[in-house]
């Protein structure tokens, strides 16, 4: 009898468990050889109360040195890091992991770090490995600012990863961030598995994820609780795999916005697989402002998604504008091309399930539709189409909008 294959997405899994089992093994292997460093015996306070954080960078500093791969420990406790803070080679170790059993806390005073953009940063770094902990930015304050209506800083990033290469970010808690939870910038090769982020979702600017001008980016079964984008993906980001995703609240995953600039990077190759979407603003969105701009969008793979109570499961907005400021009634220059939404079934919250508002000037091209299977308290709900092509297979509720 013939041997039965394993279909393609399950063998990509399973060759991404294997590729994080055996490099946890290799990785547990090489760190019995290493050179440790635990951040109490550089004068850490695990109590909280004393700011660790210069006894955090001697502990960087002496990983970072050492010829030898090397381990940050950092044990149980509450730590408090109460500057922006960064971890910045390049470092003569190839290999450097930072084991996190408590908790680093942000500063009580919001304006600490709310104008540094980034709270912690890993910068042209290459071979960091990050695991467990939590970061606790302490953000509610800065919130409570904003909502007043006074002045406030824009605040402060909790984790960045920026021009850098071969990172790896597992099992790690973010929590109530001044602005975006993680960024990944100007980096190559990074994998983020089994990270847990959490805001409310009334808190403006935490989005979960944010990915520009990278590569080769994984991220594997985050679960995320924000008040803004779960995933936002920026210009200049190539090769990208989101898998097992967990969103709500939050604003869905978003492409975008792009097309602020004119010579703007383009985004290629991204595929969102198997993902919950539960009482989002948004599921797929893909957004762009209406400028002029040499930008683009291809090569896009949404695939089997769980929508409930969605507002907008699919959405493609040409138009975006949101304070009309800035943004003329132009068209957007943003091409979007080579979409494909397949097995996208569950509720949408508003009548319109499936919206593509795109620019007249260059009408989104090769959108695909297959088994979407969407409903609007329990009847068909609407789709709505402008300058859009493409083609649907299977079955399509609500039916097909699209033009060939």
């Known amino acids: 009898m013939a041997k039965q294959l394993l279909p393609l997405p399950l063998l990509r899994h399973a060759l991404l468990c294997f590729f994080f089992l055996l490099c946890s093994i290799i990785f547990t292997k090489t760190l019995a050889k290493s050179t440790t460093y635990n951040v109490v015996d550089f004068g850490a306070d695990p109590t909280?109360?004393?700011?660790?954080?210069?006894?955090?960078?001697?502990?960087?500093?002496?990983a970072c040195r050492s010829l030898r791969p090397a381990r940050i420990q950092v044990p149980r406790g509450q730590f408090l890091l109460g500057t922006s803070t960064r971890f910045g080679g390049p470092c003569n170790s190839r290999l450097i992991s930072i084991t996190m059993l408590g908790t680093l806390v942000g500063p009580s005073d919001y304006r600490a770090i709310g104008e540094s953009l980034h709270w912690l940063t890993f910068d042209e770094v290459s071979g960091v490995r990050i695991h467990g902990g939590v970061l606790d930015a302490r953000g509610s304050s800065l919130w409570a600012c904003k909502f007043s209506g006074q002045p406030c800083p824009i605040g402060a990033i909790t984790l960045g990863?920026?021009?850098?290469?071969?990172?790896?970010?597992?099992?790690?808690?973010?929590?109530?961030?001044?602005?975006?939870?993680?960024?990944?910038?100007?980096?190559?090769?990074?994998?983020?598995?089994?990270?847990?982020?959490?805001?409310?979702?009334?808190?403006p600017n935490t989005d979960g994820i944010h990915v520009q001008f990278s590569s080769d980016v994984t991220i594997l079964s985050p679960r995320?609780?924000?008040?803004?984008?779960?995933?936002?993906?920026?210009?200049?980001?190539?090769?990208?795999?989101?898998?097992?995703?967990?969103?709500?609240?939050?604003?869905?995953?978003?492409i975008g916005s792009l097309g602020w600039g004119m010579n703007e990077a383009g985004v290629n190759n991204v595929t969102v697989r198997t993902a919950t979407f539960s009482k989002t603003m948004n599921g797929f969105r893909i957004k762009s402002w209406g400028r002029p701009s040499n930008g683009f969008v291809n090569d896009v793979h949404f695939e089997h998604a769980l929508m409930t109570d969605v507002q907008n499961p699919?959405?493609?907005?040409?138009?975006y504008c949101p304070f009309?400021?800035?943004?003329?009634?132009?068209?957007?220059?943003?091409?979007i091309s080579d979409i494909s939404y397949i097995d996208i079934h569950g509720t949408s919250a508003t009548e319109v399930a499936v919206k593509f508002d795109c620019s007249l000037k260059h009408p989104c091209r090769r959108l695909r539709l297959e088994d979407v299977r969407?409903?609007?308290?329990?009847?068909?709900?609407?789709?709505?189409?402008?300058?859009?092509?493409?083609?649907?297979?299977?079955?399509?509720?609500?039916?097909?909008?699209l033009y060939l």
């Open 161 to 203: 990863i920026k021009n850098s290469n071969n990172v790896v970010v597992t099992g790690l808690t973010l929590i109530n961030s001044q602005l975006f939870h993680m960024i990944i910038n100007g980096s190559n090769n990074v994998n983020v598995h089994g990270v847990k982020i959490m805001a409310p979702g009334n808190s």
């Open 48 to 62: 909280g109360f004393k700011d660790s954080t210069l006894a955090f960078l001697g502990a960087w500093s002496n």
């Open 314 to 319: 699919i959405v493609i907005d040409q138009h």
């Open 224 to 254: 995320i609780r924000t008040g803004d984008d779960c995933v936002s993906i920026g210009p200049g980001t190539r090769n990208l795999w989101v898998e097992d995703i967990a969103c709500g609240p939050g604003h869905g995953i978003s």
């Open 324 to 335: 009309y400021s800035g943004c003329p009634q132009m068209a957007s220059g943003i091409r």
């Open 374 to 401: 969407l409903t609007y308290k329990n009847q068909v709900p609407q789709a709505s189409c402008r300058n859009a092509g493409g083609t649907s297979f299977g079955t399509v509720q609500p039916g097909s909008c």
